[in-house]
């Protein structure tokens, strides 16, 4: 089978959900998702996106499982091919005064609500179906479901899912050069061995999760 064929197999499974509740009568179907709950220093990015009912990006798929030059190529064709999208982030600070599970809710539901007021200035009308990754949302005004591992069964989510890596991946780079010495442009982050090596020579930066660094009996 052709590398095309396989990708639009996949494509054609990860639009079910969206094409079973658009029969159901749904119009605006809005996929969510986060990236960033696990590394050490920057934010928690969520973003949230209608798709256009010409969404024909085949290569689409859960942003763990491309490459970063993919990602980056996909990124602006999602924007395009959207009704609307939006970001939500959550800092550090606010990480570790209410925990990350706690933060990532709240990036989601900036998302979501930011989403929402586009859509209703567009004069489409507001979300009435959010899909999102693993989790759902309390108080929100719209029916949602909590798709397990949602990232790779939704294209909607697929797509929130690139649009909240490639936003997140973009502004580490941008902290390698405000906080050198912890390989935040390669590592995003994450607790690498060049990561840990910059915090014993260095110590913590603003950007740094204490809470994350407590456990590992670091300050």
């Not at 009568?25 to 220093?41: C, F, K, N, Q």
């Not at 890596?165 to 010495?181: C, F, Q």
């Not at 809470?211 to 590992?216: I, N």
């Amino acid at each position: 089978m052709k590398r095309e064929e396989k990708y639009k197999l996949r494509f054609d499974e990860m639009s079910k959900i969206e094409k079973q509740l658009k029969e159901e009568g749904y119009s605006m179907i809005a996929g969510v998702d986060e990236v960033g709950r696990g590394p050490l220093a920057g934010p928690v990015v969520a973003a949230a996106v209608v798709l256009s009912d010409d969404f024909d990006l085949i290569e689409i798929n859960d942003s763990k499982k491309l490459s970063e030059k993919k990602r980056e190529e996909l990124f602006p064709l999602i924007k395009e091919k959207s009704v609307a999208y939006a970001i939500g982030m959550v800092s550090p600070e606010i990480i570790d005064e209410i925990n990350i599970l706690e933060a990532t809710k709240i990036a989601m539901r900036g998302a979501v609500l930011n989403l929402n007021e586009k859509l209703k200035e567009n004069g489409v009308g507001g979300i009435d179906m959010l899909l999102i990754d693993a989790l759902t949302l309390d108080n929100m005004p719209m029916e949602q479901k909590g798709i397990i591992k949602g990232d790779a069964k939704s294209i909607s989510i697929a797509a929130a899912s690139v649009l909240a890596k490639v936003t997140r991946d973009r502004l580490m780079m941008e902290y390698d050069s405000e906080y050198p010495g912890y390989g935040f442009a390669s590592n995003k982050g994450y607790g690498t061995k060049a990561h840990y090596e910059g915090i014993e020579k260095q110590g913590i930066c603003p950007i740094h999760r204490r809470s994350f660094l407590k456990k590992r009996g670091q300050r």
